[in-house]
């Protein structure tokens, strides 16, 4: 069954992350979209009980449609570490703490590195838009319509981090066939290749069919 197509003038962006929410408004500026933060609505946010990065995202999606009464879209997105078992993975916020000290998280990443010699590790994003109301098309969904998208992009953790642009463990990045950590990259360059433009290609490919206003 094809996927449900986003028609709505606004989208509730289930994430109380500034930096995710810039990042996510970013890449939907080609559609005629109005986005709002979970934030901006003071909206809570739900415990993330989900053994996955796609587990997440849903039940944040569906937090805030309900919520809001309005689409909503959820990002769940990590750092997968290879020798680290893919640690920090779907924990990597939780890494960062209550204050969202990601210094200390990469520091905690590096430490536990020592004396590995892989380095490799993947960013990992899940996307989830959910509608408040069952598709009119698809059935009776009882807690709303979801759709679900997975992106991810290789490289490698490097120390010590580099640069102040992104956000989390942005500067601690390196793509596979880059020499600059995604702390380094202008937001457009990052946008081209990263996990969550992946995930927001298959999304826009499948979800906003005829929706872009600029050629996107």
Known sequence: MSARIFTGPKLVIASHNEGKVREIGDLLAP??????????????????????????????????????????????????????????GIYSARWAGPEKDFG??????????????????????????????SDPHGGHM????????????EGAYVWPPRGNQGFGYDPAFVPTGGTLTFGEMEPGAKHAISHRADAFAKLTAACFSGAATNGA
């Open 31 to 88: 559609f005629a979209v109005e986005v709002i933060s979970a934030a901006a609505l003071g909206l809570d946010e739900p415990e993330e009980t989900g053994a996955t990065f796609i587990e997440n995202a849903a039940l944040k999606a569906r937090a805030a449609a309900s919520a809001a009464n309005l689409p909503a879209l959820s990002d769940d997105s990590g750092l997968a570490v290879t020798a680290l078992d893919g640690d920090p």
């Open 104 to 133: 200390m998280a990469m520091q905690k990443i590096e430490t536990a590195l020592t004396g590995k010699a892989d380095r490799s590790a993947a960013f990992i994003c899940a996307l989830a838009l959910c509608w408040p109301d």
């Open 142 to 153: 009882p807690n709303g319509h979801l759709e679900v998208f997975e992106g991810r992009v």
